[in-house]
């Protein structure tokens, strides 16, 4: 165009051979296949090999973000991180493989709860007396507590910053 940039409308469409492929070799194992299958749709390609990177088939961020929440709903779990570090097919699926399914315990903390103890918190290990501390510094004590857990990384965070602060709170 008259300012410098590229037209990609006036391109050839690229053909098959354009890819960045390696010899095929058929996805194996059911992680594999439903990972090719939902590559297949997302890049656009026919045919998926176990040796094809998702980012040299055309993969970015964005699609990452969308197989992602795909695999999901397969009740696989991914992080983007993964991707990035082992973004050929057959890696890929065995980083999935290595992926606990995470299950939260159900709270057993009731409305007609009126003590707390250490066996009903599965995800925080509190002995007896932190579990009394945390309930006395609660206004209406053990009524008004639904559950107790440890903090995310960025709730921490967010709370070393509050008490770090002198004037005033930073958020």
């Known amino acids: 165009t008259p300012n410098g940039k590229l037209d990609r409308r006036a ?3 690229p053909d098959s051979d354009a890819v960045a492929r390696q010899v095929y070799a058929a996805p194996e194992g ?3 296949i439903a990972l090719a299958a939902i590559w297949c749709e997302l890049l656009g390609v026919e045919q998926i090999s176990r040796y ?3 980012f040299a088939l055309g993969g970015h961020s964005l699609l ?3 197989m992602i929440e795909r695999l999901r709903h397969l009740g696989l779990t991914l992080a983007v991180r993964d991707l990035f570090q082992s973004p050929v097919l057959s890696e890929l699926a065995q980083t999935l493989g290595q992926h606990q399914v995470v299950v939260v315990p159900p709270n057993v903390m009731t409305p007609a709860t009126t003590k707390i103890i250490p066996a009903m918190l599965p995800l925080i290990d509190l002995t007896q007396p932190e579990i009394d501390l945390i309930v006395g510094q609660v206004p209406g004590g053990v009524a008004n507590i639904q559950d107790i857990y ?3 990384p960025l709730q921490d965070g967010i709370l ?5 602060a ?4 930073p958020y």
Do not use: C, I, Q
């Not at 070393?160 to 770090?164: A, E, P, Q, T």
């Open 30 to 32: 059911e992680t594999e």
């Open 166 to 169: 002198n004037e005033g709170d």
């Open 150 to 152: 440890a903090l995310s």
């Open 160 to 164: 070393f910053h509050h008490l770090l």
């Open 11 to 13: 391109l050839p469409a």
């Open 52 to 54: 094809d990177s998702f």
């Open 64 to 66: 990452a973000v969308r």
